[in-house]
Structures are given as C-alpha cells and as structure tokens.
C-alpha cells in the first residue's frame, strides 16, 4: 500500500485470509498445491479489484 500499487483503506489481515484460505483448503482437503496457473489466476482474483487503478503499471 505504501507504493500505492493498492487501495488505501483495504483491511490488510483479510487479504491475507483471501489469500491463504484457498492455499489451506487445498493442502488440506486434495493434499495436492496448486499449478503456477492456477496460483497466479487466484493472486489476480483476489488482488486485481484491490489494486488502486491510478497506478497503471503491471507488477509481476
């Protein structure tokens, strides 16, 4: 949040949580990780409405 990449005000601890409860379910429940696919398409759900669409550049 501090390069701006992100929306002020979001609630840092559940982003984290969006994050991780997937990574955990999966692990968990299918023993099993997800494909570098798979994690980036999750990453971009859960950080792409958060991002701060003043900032343009693409971060990868």
């Given at each position: 949040m501090r390069g701006g990449e992100l929306r002020s005000g979001l609630d840092?601890?559940?982003v984290v949580e969006l994050l991780y409860?997937?990574?955990y379910y999966r692990l968990i429940i299918?023993?099993?990780l997800y494909s570098p696919e798979?994690?980036?398409s999750l990453i971009d759900h859960v950080i792409g409405?958060?991002?701060n669409p003043?900032?343009?550049r693409?971060?990868?």
């Open positions: 840092l601890p559940l409860g997937p990574l299918h023993r099993d798979r994690l980036r409405p958060l991002r003043e900032v343009t693409t971060i990868r």
